[in-house]
T-cell receptor
C-alpha cells in the first residue's frame, strides 16, 4: 500500500463547478499535512497547509480526518486557472528530518 | 520570499559524463532535498540533507551522490550519466516542521 494515495483523475469540470479531491495516508503517526499545486512543466508550489480544525483560503477548503486518515481539498467556483495537478503531502513522523511524502497527484481540468 | 535556485533549467549530457546539478537556497533552511519526477511515477526522493555535511539516502539513490559543504548549497552528482537518468530534477528546502519550497527544476536529457 502506498503511504499517500490519491485518485489521479483527470477530473474534468466546467467553470463555476465545485470539485473535491480526496487523499488517504497510511501512517497514523503523521503530523503535518499540505496540499501543493503543480502546473504543467513547473515546480510544485504550496497551496495550503491542512489543520485539524479544517481551514479555508478563499475558494479553497482543506479538511483533515485523523480517525479515517483522510485529507480533502474542496475548490468552489472553479476557474480555468485552477487547471493543474494537486499533490497531497504528508509529514510522517514527529521529529523526523523534515522529509515529506508526496501523493502522485490529482489532475484537474477546468473547461469553459 | 524564500528562493531556491537551480543552476540550469535545461541540460543535455552524454552517456558516461559526470554531471553536477547545483541548488542554492537563501533562507537559512536546515533541510534540503533532491527529487526526480517522471510521468506516471510522481516525485521520487533521491537524497536529502538535514545539516551541513550530513546526507541521507532517499528511495532511489543508486547512480547518484550528493554534497553539502555549506548550509545554503546542496549538489547532486550523477557519477556516470545514463539514459535512464533523463528526467526532471527538483531541489527543495525547508525549515523543520514546515512545507518545502522547490526550485524551478532542471530538465536533464542524457543522450
Amino acid at each position: 500500500r502506498k503511504e499517500v494515495e490519491q485518485d489521479p483523475g483527470p477530473f474534468n469540470v466546467p467553470e463555476g463547478a465545485t470539485v473535491a479531491f480526496n487523499c488517504t495516508y497510511s501512517n497514523s503517526a503523521s503530523q503535518s499535512f499540505f496540499w501543493y499545486r503543480q502546473d504543467c512543466r513547473k515546480e510544485p508550489k504550496l497551496l495550503m497547509s491542512v489543520y485539524s480544525s479544517g481551514n479555508e483560503d478563499g475558494r479553497f477548503t482543506a479538511q483533515l480526518n485523523r480517525a479515517s486518515q483522510y485529507i480533502s481539498l474542496l475548490i468552489r467556483d472553479s476557474k480555468l486557472s485552477d487547471s493543474a495537478t494537486y499533490l497531497c503531502v504528508v509529514a510522517p513522523l514527529r521529529g523526523n528530518t523534515g522529509k515529506l511524502i508526496f501523493g502522485q497527484g490529482t489532475t484537474l481540468q477546468v473547461k469553459p | 520570499d524564500v528562493k531556491v535556485t537551480q543552476s540550469s533549467r535545461y541540460l543535455v549530457k552524454r552517456t558516461g559524463e559526470k554531471v553536477f546539478l547545483e541548488c542554492v537556497q537563501d533562507m537559512d533552511h536546515e533541510n534540503m532535498f533532491w527529487y526526480r519526477q517522471d510521468p506516471g511515477l510522481g516525485l521520487r526522493l533521491i537524497y536529502f540533507s538535514y545539516d551541513v555535511k550530513m546526507k541521507e539516502k532517499g528511495d532511489i539513490p543508486e547512480g547518484y551522490s550528493v554534497s553539502r559543504e555549506k548550509k545554503e548549497r546542496f549538489s547532486l552528482i550523477l557519477e556516470s550519466a545514463s539514459t535512464n537518468q533523463t528526467s526532471m530534477y527538483l531541489c527543495a528546502s525547508s525549515k523543520q516542521g514546515y512545507g518545502y519550497t522547490f526550485g524551478s527544476g532542471t530538465r536533464l536529457t542524457v543522450v
